[in-house]
């Protein structure tokens, strides 16, 4: 079974910082699974099994996982055993671009949270792994 601590304390962070919509969390939280995923080896995950796994909607997870294939971050594999599986390295994977391209631009904020959050924002997800999801 697997830990969601280290999830928790990143989600409450990003939610002080930046409110994120329910599809940007989810599109993260799919991302940290896949990067987790592939580091066990087991790259591909199916729809229903991310989506139980995460306790998120079905129907919402597949079009989030669209829009992040269509945008390079996912590739699928068709077939009984098919899946999702991530299209990039996980170090290549910028976390500000993913809220970017699924909540669109973030309102303005003051010059030293930004700065702060442009580093926060360029974390590599393999530097999120490392805390021992």
């Not at 280290?6 to 930046?18: P, Q, T």
Request: proline share 6%; with cysteine.
């Amino acid at each position: 079974m697997r830990s969601k601590c280290c999830f928790s304390v990143h989600k409450a962070v990003i939610s002080f910082l930046v409110k994120l919509s329910k599809r940007g969390e989810y599109a993260l939280r799919a991302l940290i699974d896949f990067g987790l995923a592939q580091a066990l080896g087991k790259p591909l995950l199916q729809v229903n099994e991310l989506a139980s796994k995460e306790d998120l909607p079905v129907k919402f997870l597949e079009q989030i996982l669209m829009q992040l294939k269509g945008a390079g971050y996912l590739d699928s594999r068709r077939g009984k055993h098919g899946g999702y599986l991530l299209a990039k390295p996980p170090e290549d994977i910028i976390i500000g671009h993913v809220v970017r391209l699924i909540d669109g631009p973030l309102a303005p904020i003051s010059p030293a949270l930004a700065r702060w959050l442009t580093n926060a924002a360029l974390v590599p997800m393999r530097s999120i792994a490392a805390y021992g999801c």
